[in-house]
C-alpha cells in the first residue's frame, strides 16, 4: 500500500459541483501539502499545513479549502469548480528536519 | 525572487547513454536543500536524488549524479547508463526555509531503444 494515498485517483466534475480531494498518510509526518501541477508550469503550492491546528495558505489558494481532520488526513476542497481548475493535484508529506516530500500518487480532476 | 530554471524543455538519448540535464536556480538563501523528482508516466513524483547546500560534495545515487556549483547556483544531473525506465518528466527543486519548495517546470527526457 501506498504510504501516501489519494483519492480519487481520476474524476470529472460539472462547473459549479462542490468536489473533495481526500490525502491520507501512514508515514506519521507533521507536515503536509496540497501542490496543482498545469502543463508547462511545474508545481505550485495550495496550502500547507504543519500540524492539526497550523494551516497556511499558498501561493494560489483562492478557490480551494482545506481541512486537517487528524495528523494522518488532509483533504483539499473546491466549493465550486470552475474549468481553469482543471489539473492533476498532488498531496505529499514531509517530516520536520529534512527537505526531502513524499508525494501521493495524484489527482487528476476534470471540471467540464 | 526565488526561481528555479530548466532550459531544456525535452531531451532524449539513446539506451546505455549518458545525459546530463540542466538546472540553474536563484535565491540570497545560503542553506538550502536541492532535489530532483522524476515523475513517469504513472504520474507519481519520485525522488531522485537530493543535495544539501553546505555539502560541497556532489551527492551519488547508483546511475544518478549531481554536479552542484553553488556560486553559480547551478544543479545538473547526469544520468548514466540511461535505461528505458528513465524515460519521465524532470523535476528540479528547492527548499528554502521550513516550507517553501520552488520547483522547475520540468524536462521531459525520452530514452530510445
Known amino acids: 500500500d501506498a504510504d501516501v494515498t489519494q483519492t480519487p485517483r481520476n474524476r470529472i466534475t460539472k462547473t459549479g459541483k462542490r468536489i473533495m480531494l481526500e490525502c491520507s498518510q501512514t508515514?506519521?509526518?507533521?507536515?503536509m501539502y496540497w501542490y496543482r501541477q498545469d502543463p508547462g508550469l511545474g508545481l505550485q503550492l495550495i496550502y500547507y499545513?504543519?500540524?492539526?491546528?497550523?494551516?497556511n495558505k499558498g501561493e494560489i489558494s483562492d478557490g480551494y479549502s482545506v481541512s486537517r481532520q487528524a495528523q494522518a488526513k488532509f483533504s483539499l476542497s473546491l466549493e465550486s469548480a470552475i474549468p481553469n481548475q482543471t489539473a492533476l493535484y498532488f498531496c505529499?508529506?514531509?517530516?520536520?528536519?529534512?527537505?526531502?516530500?513524499?508525494f501521493g500518487e495524484g489527482s487528476r480532476l476534470t471540471v467540464l | 525572487a526565488q526561481t528555479v530554471t530548466q532550459s531544456q524543455p525535452e531531451m532524449s538519448v539513446q539506451e546505455a547513454e549518458t545525459v546530463t540535464l540542466s538546472c540553474t536556480y536563484d535565491?540570497?538563501?545560503?542553506?538550502?536543500?536541492l532535489f530532483w523528482y522524476k515523475q513517469p508516466p504513472s504520474r507519481q513524483m519520485i525522488l531522485v536524488i537530493r543535495?544539501?547546500?553546505?555539502?560541497?560534495q556532489n551527492a551519488t545515487e547508483n546511475r544518478f549524479s549531481v554536479n552542484f556549483q553553488k556560486a553559480a547556483k547551478s544543479f545538473s544531473l547526469k544520468i548514466s547508463d540511461s535505461q528505458l525506465g528513465d524515460t519521465a518528466m524532470y523535476f528540479c527543486?528547492?527548499?528554502?526555509?521550513?516550507?517553501?519548495?520552488?520547483f522547475g517546470t520540468g524536462t521531459r527526457l525520452k530514452v530510445l531503444a
Open positions: 499545513s504543519f500540524d492539526v491546528k497550523d494551516i
Open positions: 527543486a528547492f527548499i528554502v526555509g521550513t516550507y517553501k519548495y520552488i
Open positions: 535565491t540570497s538563501e545560503s542553506n538550502y536543500y
Open positions: 543535495q544539501e547546500a553546505y555539502k560541497q
Open positions: 505529499a508529506t514531509r517530516p520536520s528536519g529534512t527537505g526531502e516530500l513524499f
Open positions: 508515514k506519521g509526518h507533521d507536515r
